[in-house]
């Protein structure tokens, strides 16, 4: 009987694992671009090099393989299976990384009206709205 459970526990544990250790279908069809593309792409939108390059190293080192390449379009819950909080947590992260504050409360709610952060470009340009929203 305690082989049987502990069976059932080991088999449960690694469906939960496995996705974080074998990354899925969608990570591997992705199809992102070079970081030299990344970054003009977003800077044709006025996104300064040093946040677009920041936001791709981020997501380069999520991508659980050397081949993969994020893009400006890429759906960052889509592809990675990462929620709203996660983003939240990616955005802190990088606001860090840049030496940026988080813009106050009504600034946030300001930007916020009605737009998500949906993909890494929509993180990118959120990064440098804020960089342009510091506290004084």
Known sequence: MLYVVGGVVLVVGLFMVSPMLFP?????????????VFTSQLSAE?????ISSAVYDFYKRKGYSKEFNPS???DINGILDEGP??????????????????????????????????????LAQWLYWASQHQPA
């Open 85 to 122: 909080e996660d983003i939240d947590d990616a955005a802190k992260a990088l606001l860090k990384e840049l030496h940026l504050s988080a813009p106050s409360e009504s600034d946030r709610e300001a930007w916020s009206s009605g737009r998500d952060l949906r993909t890494v470009g929509d």
């Open 24 to 36: 899925g279908r969608k990570i591997k069809g992705h199809k992102g671009v070079p970081k030299g």
């Open 72 to 74: 400006p379009e890429m």
């Open 46 to 50: 006025g996104v300064p090099e040093y």
